[in-house]
């Protein structure tokens, strides 16, 4: 698969990519979307969720920051999306760690339909049904096939489901990829995750047709920035400010070059 198509996609069509996200990450997920080229807005009140997602390219749901009347315009949120077919990606940021965090994504899944559902390993298998433990929001050791743990959930419900970490797992219906770029000092910035799901949302709202492969592409396009980014930093802090950089000006070249995604 050549990723560039998809990067070349979201600048050129440059969706609006509507959050409902973590408090902790919510600047980093607007400047990555932009960054990328497209348009991030975060409308969070129920009086409007409704209406902005129905204005919206995709939809980027998070629930790192939980609160029961959060989730309640999540819901009006992607009810509109759904009746327009917009993307719905939802981060499933802690599940694992409190039986409340693992209801309200069940509930979500329940009352609407998810084009993606993302996570760590142990966010993955907790909500596919597995006995595990989340810690805090960082993962835990999954003694599972993740990728038959990604599939089967995937079957399930009827959409794509990414697995990120060391390799990043996106399985559905019709196949799976793995993308192995990135870099370590990812898990040393707060946010890669929140940023991950942002991505995923711009790039499906870019190519919606092709939700499993517009995920990989922006997993993919993501990492290999960070690839670029980590070899001009110095730690943390000047990684996110050359992250930022390096997504904007990723070349065809690099992206080609770069991209280690194994269908």
């Given at each position: 698969?050549?990723?560039?198509?998809?990067?070349?996609?979201?600048?050129?069509?440059?969706?609006?990519?509507?959050?409902?996200?973590?408090?902790?990450?919510?600047?980093?997920?607007?400047?990555?979307?932009?960054?990328?080229?497209?348009?991030?807005?975060?409308?969070?009140?129920?009086?409007?969720?409704?209406?902005?997602?129905?204005?919206?390219?995709?939809?980027?749901?998070?629930?790192?920051?939980?609160?029961?009347?959060?989730?309640?315009?999540?819901?009006?949120?992607?009810?509109?999306?759904?009746?327009?077919?917009?993307?719905?990606?939802?981060?499933?940021?802690?599940?694992?760690?409190?039986?409340?965090?693992?209801?309200?994504?069940?509930?979500?899944?329940?009352?609407?339909?998810?084009?993606?559902?993302?996570?760590?390993?142990?966010?993955?298998?907790?909500?596919?049904?597995?006995?595990?433990?989340?810690?805090?929001?960082?993962?835990?050791?999954?003694?599972?096939?993740?990728?038959?743990?990604?599939?089967?959930?995937?079957?399930?419900?009827?959409?794509?489901?990414?697995?990120?970490?060391?390799?990043?797992?996106?399985?559905?219906?019709?196949?799976?990829f793995v993308v192995k770029n990135g870099h370590e000092i990812m898990s040393r910035v707060v946010g890669t995750g929140c940023?991950?799901?942002?991505v995923i949302g711009t790039f499906a709202g870019a190519s919606p047709d092709r939700t499993v492969e517009a995920a990989a592409?922006?997993?993919?396009?993501?990492?290999?920035?960070?690839?670029?980014?980590?070899?001009?930093?110095?730690?943390?802090?000047?990684?996110?400010?050359?992250?930022?950089?390096?997504?904007?000006?990723?070349?065809?070249?690099?992206?080609?070059?770069?991209?280690?995604?194994?269908?």
């Open positions: 698969m050549d990723i560039y198509p998809f990067i070349r996609a979201v600048r050129e069509r440059q969706p609006l990519v509507h959050h409902l996200t973590n408090w902790v990450t919510i600047y980093d997920c607007a400047q990555v979307v932009k960054s990328f080229g497209a348009s991030p807005v975060m409308a969070h009140a129920p009086e409007e969720a409704g209406d902005m997602a129905a204005l919206a390219s995709a939809l980027v749901l998070n629930i790192g920051t939980l609160t029961s009347e959060f989730v309640e315009s999540m819901k009006i949120a992607a009810r509109a999306a759904n009746k327009k077919n917009i993307p719905v990606v939802l981060d499933v940021c802690g599940a694992g760690a409190t039986p409340f965090r693992d209801r309200k994504s069940l509930e979500l899944l329940d009352a609407v339909k998810i084009s993606v559902i993302k996570g760590n390993s142990s966010e993955i298998a907790r909500v596919a049904g597995l006995r595990v433990r989340t810690r805090g929001v960082d993962a835990t050791d999954v003694r599972e096939d993740l990728s038959r743990v990604a599939g089967e959930l995937a079957a399930a419900r009827g959409c794509t489901v990414v697995v990120t970490g060391r390799e990043d797992i996106v399985a559905a219906s019709g196949g799976l940023m991950a799901a942002s592409a922006g997993l993919a396009a993501f990492e290999i920035a960070a690839e670029l980014a980590a070899g001009r930093s110095n730690g943390p802090g000047t990684f996110k400010q050359n992250l930022f950089d390096a997504i904007f000006t990723l070349s065809e070249e690099e992206a080609s070059s770069m991209q280690r995604v194994v269908p």
